[in-house]
């Protein structure tokens, strides 16, 4: 079992930043692929970015590239989304999650957090 919290969420204006974090506890953690996804209301969860288990490869939706960084410290089971340049069209909520094996869907990961909130206001 691999158990996520999220972190680092709030309001921002357009042209901000943010860092998220997901603190992550569990056996195997620095062998799974962490990927950063999110939810607007209303709207189907998205894949934003996935980090391999050794963070050397890395991938991104085409609507953050350029503007979003994963990154991953396994000595602290923790892994970050630096997120600058918002838009409001970012706005959601984004979520951390975990998987042996996982790509750019969601169904592919088998944990997930709980969640946190980014709002980015004109």
């Known amino acids: 079992q691999v158990q996520l919290v999220e972190s680092g969420g709030g309001l921002v204006q357009a042209g901000g930043s943010l860092r998220l974090s997901c603190a992550a506890s569990?056996?195997?953690?620095?062998?799974?692929?962490m990927g950063w996804f999110r939810q607007a209301p209303g709207k189907e969860r998205e894949f934003v970015a996935v980090?391999?288990?050794?963070?050397?490869?890395?991938y991104y939706a085409d609507s953050v590239k350029g503007r979003f960084t994963i990154s991953r410290d396994n000595a602290k089971n923790t892994v970050y989304l630096q997120m600058n340049s918002l838009k409001p069209e970012d706005t959601a909520v984004y979520y951390c999650?975990?998987?042996?094996?996982?790509?750019?869907?969601?169904?592919?990961?088998?944990?997930w957090g709980q969640g946190t909130q980014v709002t980015v206001s004109s």
């Open positions: 569990g056996r195997t953690f620095s062998t799974y692929t």
């Open positions: 980090s391999t288990w050794t963070g050397g490869r890395t």
């Open positions: 999650a975990a998987s042996s094996q996982g790509g750019v869907r969601s169904r592919e990961y088998n944990y």
